[in-house]
C-alpha cells in the first residue's frame, strides 16, 4: 500500500472522533474548543457554538462537510508518483470563491422554530344610544345609563422563528361578558334653556296668575301671588307643570321667570312670602322671618319717626325677636300705637314706648321709667312671651316656661284681650304692622 493509501486510511479513521467533539460542544459537554490536528494536513480553526440547538438540517450538513473537508485536505496537496510511493512535493492555490461550509453550518444551527398556546382577553366596544328629552335644556346631555365594555377571552397559536413571531391563530374564543350600552339623553327645551333652569328648580310669577288643573287650562284651581316661587316639572307648547305649596298645577309659561332671566326677583319673593302671610290672625309667638337689614330698612325714613327712636333701635327689636321668639314688628307696632312714634310725654321722659304699668285712671303716675329705650323693648318683649303669647308651660327661651298668666292664643287680638281696655285696639296694631311689612 502507498504512502498516500495509508494517510487516506488513517484520516478516515479519525472522522467519528471528529463527529464526536462536534456532538460534546452540540450538547454543552464542552466548551467552545480549538480543534487541531496535523498542521500540514489539517488547519482547522476555532469553532465558537451559540446556544442554539441542531437540527436534522445542520446535523446531516455537518457530516457532508467532514467528509467534503477530509477530502478537500488531500486535494489540496499535489502528488508526485515515484515507482515507489506517492511523494507531497508542493501545494497548489487556494480557491478564492470556495463555499465557506462553516457558515453554512452555523446558518442552520441557529434556525429553529417554535409554537405556543396562550390565552388573553379582548374588550368588545360598547354602543351609545341618544334619546331626546323635553325635560332638558336644549343641547345639554345627561348619561342615564353609563356603558361598559364587553369581554371575549380568545385561545390562539403562536409561531415564533429564532425569536421573532410570525404568526398568530385563533383557535376558539367565548364571550366572558356583553357590553352594556350607554344611553345619554340630550335636552330638546328651548323654555328651560332661555331660562337658563333645569326640572326641579324653582322659577317665580311675574305677576298674580291663575293655576291649572290640566295642560288645556280650562279648570282653575285659584290664583297665585305675583313674585311667589314655584318648582318647575316641565314644559311643552307654552304650558309649564309647577308645584306651588304642596299643589301641582298648569301655568302659562310666559308668566313665570327665573332669577337668571330677571334678577332680584328671588329676594322679591322671599320678602313676598312673608309679607302675604302677615294676617289679622298670624302666630306672634316666633320670628318674623326678616332680616336685621330688613328692620333697618322698615324703620329708616318713617316721617312720623320725628325723634329716630325706631329708626335707632331697629337693630334692637330684631335681637328681642331672637332673644325670646316673638315677632318683633309685633313689638314695634304695639309701641308706636301707644306712644304715637315716640312723641308721648310718657315715651320722652319715662323711655316708655309702651305705655308699660299704666293704668286708665292715672296712665302717667302708674307707667314704668326705663333706663333706655332697649330696656323697656326688652322688658315688654320678655313679658308677651311668658304672659300673653304662650299657654302655661310652654318652653320658651333659656330653658324657661312660659306662665300663660294672660294667655287668650297667639294672635293680636289674644292679646288685645288681657293688655289693652280699648277693644280696638288690635285692629289699629295689625294696622300699623302691615303698613311697617309693606315697606319691604
Not at 243 to 267: C, H, Q, R, W, Y
Not at 284 to 304: C, E, H, M, R, V
Request: glycine share 6%.
Amino acid at each position: 500500500m502507498s504512502k498516500y493509501d495509508r494517510d487516506y486510511l488513517e484520516e478516515a479513521k479519525r472522522l467519528p472522533d471528529l463527529f464526536r467533539e462536534i456532538q460534546d460542544i452540540k450538547y454543552g459537554r464542552a466548551e467552545a474548543q480549538v480543534l487541531e490536528r496535523d498542521k500540514e494536513t489539517i488547519n482547522f480553526n476555532r469553532i465558537y457554538v451559540v446556544d442554539h440547538r441542531f437540527n436534522a438540517a445542520g446535523v446531516i450538513i455537518g457530516i457532508l462537510f467532514l467528509i467534503l473537508f477530509s477530502t478537500a485536505i488531500h486535494g489540496n496537496y499535489i502528488f508526485a508518483k515515484t515507482d515507489e510511493e506517492k511523494i507531497a512535493i508542493g501545494k497548489f492555490e487556494e480557491n478564492k470563491k470556495s463555499i465557506n461550509m462553516m457558515d453554512t453550518i452555523s446558518t442552520n444551527i441557529s434556525a429553529f422554530t417554535k409554537k405556543e398556546i396562550i390565552s388573553k382577553e379582548i374588550d368588545i366596544a360598547y354602543e351609545t344610544k341618544y334619546v331626546e328629552t323635553d325635560l332638558l335644556p336644549k343641547d345639554e346631555q345627561k348619561i342615564i345609563q353609563s356603558g361598559s365594555n364587553g369581554k371575549i377571552e380568545q385561545t390562539l397559536i403562536l409561531s415564533y422563528e429564532n425569536g421573532e413571531l410570525l404568526s398568530e391563530e385563533v383557535i376558539n374564543e367565548c364571550t366572558v361578558s356583553e357590553p352594556i350600552k350607554e344611553i345619554i339623553e340630550v335636552g330638546t327645551s328651548e323654555f328651560l334653556y332661555k331660562n337658563k333652569v333645569h326640572v326641579g328648580d324653582l322659577m317665580y310669577t311675574l305677576e298674580e296668575i291663575d293655576i291649572f288643573s290640566n295642560e288645556n287650562l280650562e279648570e282653575t284651581l285659584g290664583y297665585i301671588y305675583p313674585y311667589i316661587d314655584l318648582k318647575i316639572l316641565s314644559e311643552k307648547d307654552g304650558v309649564a307643570k309647577v308645584l306651588v305649596d304642596g299643589t301641582e298645577g298648569f301655568v302659562k309659561a310666559n308668566k313665570i321667570t327665573s332669577e337668571a332671566m330677571t334678577p332680584g326677583i328671588k329676594e322679591k319673593s322671599r320678602i313676598q312670602r312673608i309679607v302675604v302671610n302677615v294676617n289679622p290672625d298670624m302666630k306672634l309667638n316666633k320670628p318674623s322671618g326678616l332680616t336685621k337689614d330688613d328692620f333697618k330698612k322698615i324703620f329708616s325714613g318713617n316721617a312720623n319717626d320725628t325723634n329716630k327712636i325706631f329708626e335707632e333701635n331697629a337693630t334692637v327689636f330684631f335681637e328681642m325677636e331672637q332673644m325670646y321668639n316673638v315677632n318683633g314688628i309685633f313689638i314695634a307696632a304695639i309701641g308706636i300705637h301707644e306712644s304715637n312714634w315716640g312723641t308721648s310725654n310718657i315715651a320722652i321722659q319715662k323711655k316708655n314706648l309702651f305705655g308699660y304699668g299704666s293704668y286708665d285712671s292715672s296712665s302717667y303716675e302708674s307707667s314704668y321709667i326705663f333706663d333706655s329705650y332697649e330696656d323697656g323693648i326688652d322688658v315688654v318683649t320678655r313679658t308677651m312671651a311668658k304672659n300673653y303669647l304662650n299657654e302655661r308651660g310652654t318652653e320658651i327661651f333659656d330653658d324657661q316656661i312660659a306662665d300663660g298668666t294672660y294667655y287668650n292664643g297667639p294672635t293680636i287680638s289674644g292679646v288685645n284681650v288681657r293688655y289693652a281696655s280699648d277693644s280696638n285696639w288690635a285692629t289699629r296694631v295689625y294696622e300699623i304692622m302691615l303698613s311697617l311689612y309693606k315697606k319691604l
